[in-house]
């Protein structure tokens, strides 16, 4: 590249007004870049606050179509929902995870009989919300997380959520195989339109743990998600990660958690091509209230900021808790 010199350059020139930095702009956010993940709660008229989450709230079924409304309305495309299971249902084999009648099925016929095909509906394929040990899948008598075992039940928990009206199922659970398994039943049980969006380079991390708290699978954890997340320190692991996944029928994939990640985002668009999000997590969330609330910085322009870097690393779209916040900001 042959470029000018300083006097000649000046990189500040385009800086010096708002319409040239609008101009010369060459990441822009909207609210269609946000999916919006959302905790469902038994019972009705039910809000209750995330303690470790503030400003995020578990809702009851009529509450998620309120909020679906919401997301419509303020442009946001997407939502992803995930259950607080009531702790009487939560089983060793997370067989909840199967039934029709489930608090997650629920939701989502109550969206779609809401907004009707107005937002798209993400579903969580993995055990955690419904097992009594919090673990992904199901534990062998040495504790081990089984893998060909639990991809068998993934595949009627995603088939489960198909058919109570998911436009996209997420396997969240970092089995081997999963991806090709839910792909061939959802073609075979005609779903052939339910996408996948697999959780395909999800790091075993430290900012899961408000999550746990909303989903409830917290306090019943023991031990750690290292057999089957991945280790944070690895980059080439996930690219294989991504491979598998996308030659297994993902429709799209996802880096997780976000901000610590965004160059694994940035590799994998490089590599593959393919639509890529990431999912700012409840640690990431929790992060940015508590620095806000503690005078680090503005939390609008927190929000704003973070939000958009990830669309510059390379995202499709982010799955966010600020979704909302954000959205209107954009004046959505
Ligand atoms: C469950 C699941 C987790 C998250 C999304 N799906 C937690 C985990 O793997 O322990 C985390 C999301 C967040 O922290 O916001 N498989």
Not at 103 to 115: K, M
Not at 211 to 230: H, I, P, T
Not at 239 to 255: H, N, P, T
Request: hydrophobic content about 45%; aromatic content about 6%; proline content about 5%.
């Amino acid at each position: 590249m042959n470029l000018a010199q300083y006097p000649h350059l000046r990189l500040r020139r385009t800086r010096s007004a708002a319409w040239s930095r609008a101009l010369h702009r060459e990441t822009v956010l909207t609210p269609a870049d946000l999916i919006w993940p959302l905790f469902a709660a038994e019972g009705r008229g039910v809000e209750e606050p995330v303690a470790s989450l503030p400003g995020v709230s578990r809702w009851s079924v009529d509450g998620i179509a309120a909020r679906a409304k919401e997301a419509v309305a303020l442009g946001i495309p997407c939502i992803a929902l995930f259950p607080n299971t009531p702790a009487g249902r939560r089983s060793d084999d997370g067989a909840e995870a199967l039934n029709p009648d489930n608090l997650i099925c629920r939701a989502v016929r109550a969206v779609r009989d809401a907004c009707g095909s107005d937002v798209g509906i993400l579903t969580d394929v993995a055990l955690d919300p419904y097992t009594s040990h919090g673990q992904d899948g199901l534990v062998d008598d040495a504790g081990y997380v089984t893998n060909d075992d639990t991809v068998a039940v993934l595949v009627d928990q995603a088939l489960n959520q198909a058919a109570a009206g998911a436009d996209i199922v997420a396997p969240s659970d970092m089995m081997d195989g999963r991806v090709r398994a839910i792909r061939m039943a959802l073609e075979m049980n005609g779903h052939p339109n339910v996408q996948i969006m697999a959780y395909a380079a999800k790091y075993a991390s430290a900012f899961y743990g408000p999550f746990r708290d909303a989903v409830g699978s917290g306090g019943l954890l023991k031990g750690d998600k290292k057999s089957y997340q991945m280790d944070p320190a690895n980059g080439e692991e996930a690219l294989r990660e991504v491979a598998l996944d996308i030659a297994e029928g993902a429709d799209s994939v996802m880096v997780k958690p976000g901000l610590p990640y965004l160059d694994i985002v940035r590799r994998v668009k490089e590599r593959f091509e393919v639509p890529v999000f990431a999912y700012q997590v409840s640690g990431e969330y929790a992060l940015i209230e508590a620095g806000a609330a503690a005078g680090v910085g503005d939390r609008e322009a927190l929000v704003l900021e973070t939000l958009t870097a990830f669309k510059r690393a390379g995202c499709t779209g982010v799955l966010s808790y600020h979704a909302p916040l954000a959205a209107r900001l954009l004046g959505g």
